[in-house]
T-cell receptor
Framework: QQPVQSPQAVILREGEDAVINCSSS?????VHWYRQKHGEAPVFLMI?????EQKGHEKISASFNEKKQQSSLYLTASQLSYSGTYFC???????????FGQGTTLQVKP | GAGVSQSPRYKVAKRGQDVALRCDPI?????LFWYQQALGQGPEFLTY????????KSGLPSDRFFAERPEGSVSTLKIQRTQQEDSAVYLC????????????FGPGTRLTVT
């Protein structure tokens, strides 16, 4: 039932790109992406609703393939501030209840 | 004070004690969520309020857990007779709309049961 994220961890050099994938075995209504730094609250990045849309936020964008029940987060030209743990959260109805993946730890080095 | 606030930030309880965790959502936010986050894991859904109505409590792990939001603003998560497995960070999130919108998280309360 929990979304499966991959990879579990990734190390980048500043300026490199990364892709984080998230998949579900059940039909989805929405996908939420969050970044959490150690000891801090998860910070909202973006939300995608079913319909196969793609969204962007500065150098971070995401896609949602409703048919495949998958979402991907794209980080381009990574910055040191991108370091943290990224979580996808899947919503299966419009109640707002989210089921989160286990997280992907991203470390960006100078 | 634009964000979600939670208190206390840290709580140490002896096994068997009752604890109460408070959440102050962003003003005007209709939806309020409680999540439990174990070390190294993603947040796990506990319960959801739309205004003062508790619409989903399917994630509460046992009847020792109780949440309320009596006036549709501040919420309290109460854990009775705490057990060691209750040790975790308890996160509160609020959302402007009724279900489905982006959720804004508070800093969490780290509960340690000894």
């Amino acid at each position: 039932q929990q979304p499966v994220q991959s990879p579990q961890a990734v190390i980048l050099r500043e300026g490199e790109d990364a892709v984080i994938n998230c998949s579900s075995s059940k039909a989805l209504y929405s996908v939420h992406w969050y970044r959490q730094k150690h000891g801090e609250a998860p910070v909202f990045l973006m939300i995608l609703l079913k319909g196969g849309e793609q969204k962007g936020h500065e150098k971070i964008s995401a896609s949602f393939n409703e048919k495949k029940q998958q979402s991907s987060l794209y980080l381009t030209a990574s910055q040191l501030s991108y370091s943290g743990t990224y979580f996808c959260g899947f919503g299966r109805s419009n109640t707002g209840k989210l089921i989160f993946g286990q997280g992907t730890t991203l470390q960006v080095k100078p | 004070g634009a964000g979600v606030s939670q208190s206390p930030r840290y709580k140490v309880a002896k096994r068997g004690q009752d604890v109460a965790l408070r959440c102050d959502p962003i003003s005007g936010h209709v939806s309020l969520f409680w999540y439990q986050q174990a070390l190294g894991q993603g947040p796990e859904f506990l319960t959801y309020f739309q205004n003062e109505a508790q619409l989903d409590k399917s994630g509460l792990p046992s009847d020792r857990f109780f949440a309320e939001r009596p006036e549709g603003s501040v919420s309290t998560l109460k854990i009775q007779r705490t057990q060691q497995e209750d040790s975790a960070v308890y996160l509160c999130a609020s959302s402007l709309v009724a279900g489905g919108g982006e959720q804004y998280f508070g800093p969490g309360t780290r509960l340690t049961v000894t």
